[in-house]
Every structure is written in structure tokens, then in C-alpha cells.
């Protein structure tokens, strides 16, 4: 997912992979579900990196499985 290799994940990154590696159809309509999962991710860990509102770290992306699951 991350493709810039820089060890934190955009939104439009894990949208992409969910479109073109998983291929299920079904989960083109469930936006408004990884979005909330997303950003409840983003928000639940305390990072002691800044990368903004639009990216999560390692520590984060464990969570946001967790939440999309």
C-alpha cells in the first residue's frame, strides 16, 4: 500500500490498494466505512511523528485492520 515507500499511508493509497489488489466489487461502496475507519485510526494513536491529517503511521495502520475488519 505504501508506494512512495516512506513508511506512512494517504488515504488515496489505501483506497487505490483496496480497488486494485483486493478487486471485490462490493467494497467500492463501503468509502464512507474506510473513510471512518481512516481517520478513527489516525486519531486513536498518539505519534510522536507529525505527518498530518492525511497520513498514518505503522503503529496507526494495525488499528485501522482492526476498525475495517
Not at 26 to 34: A, C, E, F, S, T
Request: proline fraction near 3%.
Amino acid at each position: 500500500m505504501d508506494v512512495n515507500d516512506n513508511g506512512i499511508v494517504s488515504l488515496a493509497e489505501l483506497d487505490k490498494a483496496i480497488s486494485d489488489s483486493i478487486k471485490i466489487p462490493r467494497l467500492l461502496d463501503l468509502k464512507p466505512v474506510i473513510l471512518r475507519a481512516f481517520n478513527t485510526a489516525k486519531n486513536k494513536v498518539k505519534s510522536i511523528h507529525s505527518y498530518g491529517d492525511e497520513y498514518i503511521s505503522r503503529g496507526e495502520f494495525r488499528l485501522l485492520l482492526k476498525y475495517l475488519r
